[in-house]
């Protein structure tokens, strides 16, 4: 990923060949000063656009990015929450989640173009903070498939072993071929659980590691 002082130098160096060009624009009808003006006009701001845009993508995948929404706040909170049965709590406190990314690594979809489509929805998330259209309540566009779970638990000792993963009404092959839910019928209902915040204890150590954009 490009460092931002690498792309305000571009940037920089851009202007000053803008300005350059404008003050002296006799010097392209030379084959130099064409390649020179090419360079300066097109491949240049090219260079900065692509290198901008992904900066920002990065940038869009941490935790600290998701959480500077005031919209967000409860779902960050709710990382803390000292209770087993909040879902993206023990993934959080227990590092299941890499902490830098958390918010993404549950909520992207792992699909070819998974990236593009969440980055894609995200804009429309911009836009609706900045005109003041956020909605009160949250909500997933699509119920949560098992795939995102089972790209991380899939294969692993305790998953596999568990007793409720065991249990005939609710068999792994079901579970893996998502004809049963992970959140639903009193498995891991509780994900963020953000309408019962008030109601609950904290994790002192998570919550002081929130990040605060």
Known sequence: ??????????IALTVAELVNLAVTPGMTRGPGGRVFAFLVLFLIPGL??????????????TTKFCLSC????????????DDKE????????NHRVPHDHACYTCHTDYAMFGDVKSKLRGLRH????????????????????NRECLHCHAGSRSFEESPGHQDPQTPLD????????????????????????????????????LPRE
């Open 86 to 93: 909040f879902l993206a709590a023990q993934h959080y406190q």
């Open 174 to 209: 079901a579970i893996e071929e998502g004809t049963v839910s992970c959140l639903e019928g009193g498995c891991h209902d509780v994900a963020h659980g953000v309408d019962e915040l008030a109601d609950v204890g904290f994790w002192r150590p998570a919550l002081k590691e």
């Open 126 to 145: 911009v836009l609706a903070y900045y005109s003041g259209s956020s909605p009160d309540t949250v909500k997933l566009y699509s119920p949560y498939k």
């Open 70 to 81: 005031h919209t967000m706040t409860p779902y960050g909170k709710s990382l803390a929450v």
């Open 1 to 10: 990923m490009p460092s931002w002082p690498f792309l305000l130098v571009l």
């Open 48 to 61: 900065v656009l692509s290198g901008g845009a992904t900066a920002h993508l990065e940038r869009s995948k």
